[in-house]
């Protein structure tokens, strides 16, 4: 079968189109044929050789969407559309490829109407979003701000909020011109930072009360400016370094709130977080509440070029490989 193997970890042009053997069915998996995958921050990072864990050479992908060709059971029979997140790409050979052997338990049936380039971009995404979400304590009324709107995690947890009852779904971006994008898909609390700063954005948004929840995948600079947004008691989950690994905080904006900041790990959730995860997940899919926006797709054999676009190009959506 065709993949694209980072054969080192040193950068795009490590991506090598390989013929695999196609994987071998074992108990508790299904063999999937791969539609269409997900290209991630992870996959950039894995490349560049600043994951923990990750070994070459190996498949990347940790997310996708395909048919079950068999060892599916009487849950996911042959011919079921399917979407997953896993180990995939991280520690295992992963969907920049034909074939996948996935274990069932991490298989979801893709509703229909939601077609499978859409569903090989939601998993990663989607069950980061409601996984943080839900760890936070998020209920209907709450506050919630995720910053780059234009970005999976800042416009899955903000099309979440928004569809589970927040009070206010706030994002932000640095770019006006997404900015205006964001407002004309129908996103009304963008906040613009190269108009005003974040928390300011967010007390004007929010009639000086804050962000009881804050969901940040950036890191650096945005992270500390985040904390500044927090209400009484709110919350910060970090769970992505896009920017920078390091920040500065000042301990005020900790001290005077009584705030607290949480840190979210995917591949160290259990897989009950998961599963109810996909239930509130599938639910608003099949109702319309949410859905999923794709900037660009690319064929398998250039993958490089699509890591490339999402990490330099900075689209607003998603990019994925169709296969």
Request: charge should be neutral.
């Given at each position: 079968?065709?993949?694209?193997?980072?054969?080192?970890?040193?950068?795009?042009?490590?991506?090598?189109?390989?013929?695999?053997?196609?994987?071998?069915?074992?108990?508790?998996?299904?063999?999937?044929?791969?539609?269409?995958?997900?290209?991630?921050?992870?996959?950039?990072?894995?490349?560049?050789?600043?994951?923990?864990?990750?070994?070459?050479?190996?498949?990347?992908?940790?997310?996708?969407?395909?048919?079950?060709?068999?060892?599916?059971?009487?849950?996911?029979?042959?011919?079921?559309?399917?979407?997953?997140?896993?180990?995939?790409?991280?520690?295992?050979?992963?969907?920049?490829?034909?074939?996948?052997?996935?274990?069932?338990?991490?298989?979801?049936?893709?509703?229909?109407?939601?077609?499978?380039?859409?569903?090989?971009?939601?998993?990663?995404?989607?069950?980061?979003?409601?996984?943080?979400?839900?760890?936070?304590?998020?209920?209907?009324?709450?506050?919630?701000?995720?910053?780059?709107?234009?970005?999976?995690?800042?416009?899955?947890?903000?099309?979440?909020?928004?569809?589970?009852?927040?009070?206010?779904?706030?994002?932000?971006?640095?770019?006006?011109?997404?900015?205006?994008?964001?407002?004309?898909?129908?996103?009304?609390?963008?906040?613009?930072?190269?108009?005003?700063?974040?928390?300011?954005?967010?007390?004007?948004?929010?009639?000086?009360?804050?962000?009881?929840?804050?969901?940040?995948?950036?890191?650096?600079?945005?992270?500390?400016?985040?904390?500044?947004?927090?209400?009484?008691?709110?919350?910060?989950?970090?769970?992505?370094?896009?920017?920078?690994?390091?920040?500065?905080?000042?301990?005020?904006?900790?001290?005077?709130?009584?705030?607290?900041?949480l840190g979210l790990n995917m591949f160290a959730q259990p897989q009950a977080a998961v599963t109810d995860a996909w239930n509130v997940i599938v639910s608003l899919l099949k109702s319309g509440a949410i859905k999923p926006i794709v900037a660009k797709t690319f064929p398998l054999t250039e993958a490089a070029d699509a890591l490339r676009y999402l990490i330099e190009g900075r689209p607003f959506g998603r990019v994925v490989?169709?296969?």
């Amino acid at each position: 079968m065709r993949a694209m193997r980072a054969e080192q970890f040193n950068g795009y042009t490590e991506l090598k189109l390989v013929d695999l053997p196609k994987p071998v069915v074992t108990d508790g998996k299904a063999l999937v044929r791969i539609t269409a995958a997900g290209v991630t921050p992870l996959d950039h990072t894995i490349l560049s050789g600043k994951f923990h864990g990750s070994k070459a050479p190996l498949v990347l992908g940790n997310e996708g969407a395909g048919v079950v060709e068999e060892g599916g059971g009487t849950d996911f029979p042959a011919g079921s559309r399917v979407m997953f997140f896993g180990a995939y790409g991280a520690f295992e050979d992963g969907t920049y490829s034909e074939w996948v052997a996935v274990r069932k338990k991490d298989l979801c049936l893709i509703p229909d109407g939601v077609d499978d380039v859409s569903a090989a971009g939601m998993p990663v995404a989607y069950l980061t979003a409601q996984v943080g979400l839900t760890r936070a304590g998020f209920r209907a009324g709450k506050t919630v701000l995720a910053p780059a709107i234009g970005g999976s995690i800042g416009n899955a947890v903000t099309q979440l909020a928004r569809a589970l009852g927040a009070k206010h779904a706030m994002s932000s971006t640095t770019s006006h011109a997404k900015a205006e994008q964001a407002k004309a898909l129908g996103f009304n609390e963008v906040i613009d930072t190269s108009l005003e700063k974040l928390a300011d954005g967010v007390r004007r948004i929010t009639g000086g009360y804050g962000a009881d929840i804050v969901i940040d995948g950036i890191g650096g600079e945005v992270l500390s400016e985040a904390l500044g947004a927090l209400a009484l008691e709110g919350s910060l989950t970090t769970l992505g370094y896009s920017a920078s690994r390091n920040t500065t905080i000042d301990v005020i904006n900790l001290i005077v709130p009584q705030a607290r900041i949480l840190g979210l790990n995917m591949f160290a959730q259990p897989q009950a977080a998961v599963t109810d995860a996909w239930n509130v997940i599938v639910s608003l899919l099949k109702s319309g509440a949410i859905k999923p926006i794709v900037a660009k797709t690319f064929p398998l054999t250039e993958a490089a070029d699509a890591l490339r676009y999402l990490i330099e190009g900075r689209p607003f959506g998603r990019v994925v490989l169709t296969i």
